[in-house]
């Protein structure tokens, strides 16, 4: 579909157990079953490594031999083209929901086989209305023909309500959270919210979990592994949230 390469340059490599924890990720998303194809990844509030998680998630199925698009959908403030030193990037996502220009023209393959790229492209002054236009879940239904898997970063759902918006066209959604950093109802409520959308909530991803610390051994001991300094365990549909939600819906 699409001859534009661009380059992804991790400038740090993750370590074993990081990349361990990302197959755990990897393994759980499969499970959720193979209607489970278009997935939204948000947070609750900035800053909490959703964007990370949803990029090192399409990176890790990719290099299991899946075909993946990865849509960056934080048209508000995207850091994956800064984080990842991406250049050559002419357009976007913003473009092809303004009308600007055809979807051929702003998907990127990439260095990683099997892996494409839609980025956010120039920030709009109505991202939400964007988002809820019906292209945006029409090109969506087509990828999924397409693409093994599409994974679609999002902005903060407890800050804006663009993550709801994508969420409505996906297939499921899951919450990347910070330990330790929010409280328990005001995740609870972003859960709310996400269950409201009709979007199947697939769980949460514990992310920054400080294995060396107090609350490391804490919920090392309690989820039974380790999974590397700065990178926590899912708990996905077969497993229940963190939060002990029931989600096996």
Excluded: W
Excluded at 24 to 38: D, H, I, Q, W
Excluded at 150 to 166: H, K, L, N
Excluded at 168 to 189: N, Y
């Amino acid at each position: 579909m699409d001859t534009k390469v661009i380059t992804i340059n991790r400038k740090n490599k993750l370590s074993f157990q990081t990349n361990e924890a990302y197959k755990s990720l990897r393994s759980n998303m499969e499970f959720c079953g193979n209607n489970v194809k278009v997935i939204a990844i948000t947070s609750c509030v900035p800053n909490e490594g959703k964007s990370s998680v949803s990029f090192n998630l399409a990176i890790s199925m990719a290099e299991a031999g899946k075909h993946v698009l990865f849509i960056d959908g934080d048209m508000r403030k995207s850091v994956i083209l800064g984080r990842y030193n991406i250049t050559r990037i002419s357009s976007g996502l913003s473009h092809f929901l303004a009308g600007k220009r055809d979807i051929q023209d702003v998907i990127y393959s990439t260095n990683v086989k099997g892996l494409h790229i839609i980025p956010t492209g120039p920030v709009p002054p109505n991202p939400s209305e964007l988002l809820g236009t019906s292209r945006f879940k029409l090109v969506l239904s087509k990828f999924r023909d397409i693409y093994d898997y599409v994974i679609v970063d999002t902005p903060p759902i407890g800050s804006v309500i663009d993550g709801a918006i994508i969420a409505q066209s996906c297939d499921g959604v899951a919450l990347v959270l910070e330990a330790r950093a929010i409280s328990r109802k005001f995740v609870e409520r972003v859960i709310e919210q996400l269950r409201k959308t009709g979007c199947p909530f697939l769980g949460v991803i514990l992310n920054k979990v400080d294995m060396g610390g107090k609350y490391g051994k804490y919920y090392g001991k309690y989820y039974g592994k380790y999974y590397g300094k700065y990178y926590g365990k899912y708990y996905g549909k077969y497993y229940g949230s963190y939060y002990g939600h029931d989600d096996n819906q």
